[in-house]
């Protein structure tokens, strides 16, 4: 790196005032090298013609059990209704089957938490592993209203 100037005898030495580019050309060229050499392999394909056979399936998909929790703490097991001790012997059944259903919990926004704890404890004792919860999108007209 050059600091000075070429000046002879007793005058003080200024610093260079222009950026020495030349350190930026060689880096940039490299670069540039390296982009020619590598851009015909990412675009490299090979022709596979691959058979046409049948496959077995991957995984059967499990069944899904849809656990509503009305307002009044009611609850309904794919539409029919039942007590809390047929959810714990119909959750244990399901949590013994291969593969394990899946467990959506629907619960009325008005629904008491508590209800909701004890599904969730039951559930939890049953050994059921995969659950979640299904909520309803807003409607349009109610979600443009809501903005100011």
């Known amino acids: 790196m050059a600091f000075g100037g070429f000046e002879r005898g007793n005058a003080p030495s200024q610093p260079m005032a222009d950026i020495n580019v030349t350190p930026l050309v060689d880096v940039m060229l490299v670069l540039l090298v390296i982009f020619i050499i590598t851009a015909p392999l990412l675009a490299y394909a090979i022709r596979l013609d691959l058979p046409d056979v049948k496959a077995a399936p991957a995984m059967s998909r499990a069944d899904t059990i849809r656990l509503a929790i009305e307002a009044d703490g009611t609850l309904r097991w ?47 004792e049953a050994g059921i592993v995969r659950m979640g919860f299904v909520t309803d999108p807003p409607a349009p007209d109610s979600a443009a209203a809501a903005r100011p």
């Not at 394990?100 to 004890?118: C, G, V």
């Open 78 to 124: 794919d539409a029919s209704v039942i007590d809390p001790e047929q959810l714990k012997t119909r959750l244990a059944e399901a949590a013994r089957k291969e593969p394990q259903p899946e467990l959506h919990l629907l619960a009325d926004k008005a629904a008491r938490y508590e209800s909701i704890a004890r599904v969730l404890s039951a559930a939890q």
